[in-house]
């Protein structure tokens, strides 16, 4: 008896560290810096099936989304503004407005690729390298709810499932056409990351290092009834969290076939108690995910109404709900208010161009940027900020007292 628990020991122990060497061996060989990894050959034609889906969808500009958040997988919104005018002439060199008043023409879909000139700008090889904004992706997003009627466009009726993909064309039409459902957003991402300070002889100060933060921002137009709708949202996706990061902790040299035996004698005692606890909630979950996509599969086929809606993303679950430093808040900060920038003083010189009048847009944008209300400990009097800004203080005996900002203030 006793060598027979003596032997299941020494198994017990050298399963765990041959587990453990698999894992090393992964960390420091396979997913090493500049390594091409293969993964494992999935046999499971459901499961095949389903990764094809997705690693298709990853890289298409079509979102179905499950839910209230339309900006999936690109962390939490950090602002949002939007702009409304009146698309009509400006006034000429007399100082007077030109007599017809029918609203300028506007085309949005134009309008939108000067946009994405203007932001590809930022990273223009004309650009001094230490001024380009590396990192940014530029791409059109076509967005809309996935819970959807099965004849859908946006849903392949034979394959049950979203498509990932929509054509130039289809994506010009939608821009035109902002009163269905589905919504176009520009789309530009950058991270605040991967750029070396260097000297003037060449000489690397400071090496690049990669901050993990990306930001986001979602830029919608539209022209309809005669106006022009300017919308902006910028999101912040956060760095991903340590406990993701455990394959940094592993560098590979002559000492580390010692780790896995090292490592095993510590969890012995620990994998024998879980074990059965483990075996158990694996076999759970693979029972779980084939029945929960036998169900699926079921529904989208019987159902004349189905969430076709992704409802989660890898990345963002891997990540920080913010930045975990004061700096990488700094940066998002930085890059968001630089896109958003430049994305307002595009939309401003292309309508300057099709001699639009701009001053209501303007104004808007001034006020947006250069106007605020900061206030910091205790307060005792009125507060007035902004052009025609009044606040009134009641002094407790019915008399009012107004205090105004003409100037306008911040």
Do not use: C
């Not at 075996?279 to 996509?293: D, E, F, H, K, Q």
């Not at 009125?382 to 107004?402: C, E, F, H, Q, Y």
């Amino acid at each position: 008896m006793l060598w027979w628990l003596i032997g299941l020991g020494l198994s017990v122990l050298a399963v765990v560290a041959l587990a453990r060497a698999t894992v090393l061996r992964i960390f420091t060989r396979d997913l090493a810096p500049g390594a091409r990894y293969e993964p494992p050959e999935v046999t499971n034609p459901a499961i095949l099936r389903r990764m094809k889906t997705v690693a298709i969808a990853q890289h298409g500009n079509v979102v179905l989304h499950s839910g209230y958040d339309p900006f999936l997988g690109s962390g939490h919104v950090v602002r949002a503004w939007s702009v409304a005018m009146e698309l009509k002439r400006d006034r000429g060199p007399d100082g007077h407005r030109p007599t017809v008043t029918d609203p300028v023409a506007v085309d949005p879909v134009a309008l939108n690729r000067h946009v994405k000139r203007r932001l590809a700008a930022l990273g223009s090889m004309e650009l001094p390298a230490h001024e380009r904004m590396t990192g940014l992706v530029l791409r059109d997003q076509v967005v809309a709810s996935g819970a959807q009627w099965r004849n859908y466009p946006l849903i392949d009726a034979g394959g049950r499932q979203p498509f990932s993909h929509a054509s130039p064309q289809a994506v010009e039409a939608i821009i035109r056409a902002p009163q269905p459902s589905v919504r176009h957003f520009l789309r530009a991402s950058v991270g605040a990351d991967i750029r070396e300070a260097t000297g003037n002889a060449g000489d690397v100060i400071m090496p690049a290092e990669y901050q993990n933060v990306v930001v986001s921002t979602f830029t919608h137009i539209a022209v309809e009834g005669g106006m022009l709708y300017v919308e902006s949202v910028s999101t912040v996706l956060g760095p991903i969290r340590e406990k993701f990061l455990d394959l940094d902790q592993h560098v590979a040299s002559d000492g580390t076939w010692w780790e896995p035996f090292r490592e095993a004698l510590r969890l012995f005692g620990a994998a024998i108690l879980t074990a059965p606890v483990r075996l158990v909630r694996t076999v759970v979950r693979a029972i779980g995910a084939n029945r929960r996509m036998t169900r699926a599969d079921r529904e989208t086929e019987q159902l004349p109404r189905y969430d076709f809606g992704a409802r989660a993303e890898v990345r963002q679950l891997a990540s920080a709900s913010r930045p975990v430093t004061y700096l990488q808040r700094l940066d998002a900060e930085k890059y968001s208010k630089l896109m958003e920038r430049r994305v307002s003083e595009a939309v401003l010189g292309y309508l300057a161009g099709q001699g639009i009048d701009t001053s209501e847009y303007e104004a808007r944008m001034n006020v947006f940027n250069n106007h605020g209300v900061f206030i910091r400990g205790d307060n005792h009097g009125p507060a007035a900020a902004g052009p025609g800004a009044t606040a009134l203080l009641d002094n407790g005996g019915g008399k009012r007292k107004a205090k105004s900002n003409d100037a306008g203030g911040r």
